[in-house]
């Protein structure tokens, strides 16, 4: 497989300020706390050290959350190391865009799992986990509701109101019918739509929806995944 490496001062679509972060710019230095290198994180790991996070009961809403779902061993055992104070998440979070939404959804995602790694490379005597915090209780309906592919937009017509995780997917057949068309028949794009479809079948909410699709995506690295709309929580 062929890559491509971009500097980022050279990528315009981020901004002036991200570039400056990732550079280490001393005029943005002022503005947030540590360094911007992996060596960083042993001040990071002392200063969480000190939170007083209730491992018990985040632990209990994960297995609940994941009762009933099928994964793999990897995430199980991951839910399991937070148990521990010697493990520390690694979190992105987004909200539960339309079949994942903008590209960054999945950019997140992938940067979690591998700086998870790094820091597990870099410091063996903790353990790290990969997060992905769904914002659930999102109530813009209008920026998750739509996706470009291919030049061509898909829009989920739906009339509930309030979190957008709560709503129904009763109302995704058309949608789904829309992205089908689009897809093809490709044998990479009848994959592609067979999961869509399975996780976004009727008779779920929003937010198990696509619980279930990044559960798909990541369950191979260990990616945990928690609906943020809970009141244990």
Known sequence: MQQVYIPYKDINYLSNSDKAYAAASEVLRPFYKYDVNIDSFAQVIEDKKRDKTDRTTLVKVLKEQYQGLKTTPLVLENIEKLQSE???????????????????????NITA??????LTAKYPDYQFVPVFWMGSEDHDFEEINHLNIF???IEWQNEEAGAT???STDTFAPTLADLKEILGDSENATHIYSVLEKCFSAGKTYAQATF???????EKEGLVVLLSNNADL
């Open 151 to 153: 030049n061509k937009k």
């Open 212 to 218: 279930e699709l990044v559960n798909t995506l990541f």
């Open 113 to 118: 799992i591998n700086l998870t790694k790094q």
């Open 86 to 108: 010697n493990t520390f998440t690694i979190i992105t979070a987004h909200q539960p865009s339309l079949f994942t939404g903008p590209l960054y959804f999945i950019y997140k």
């Open 165 to 167: 995780g709560m709503m």
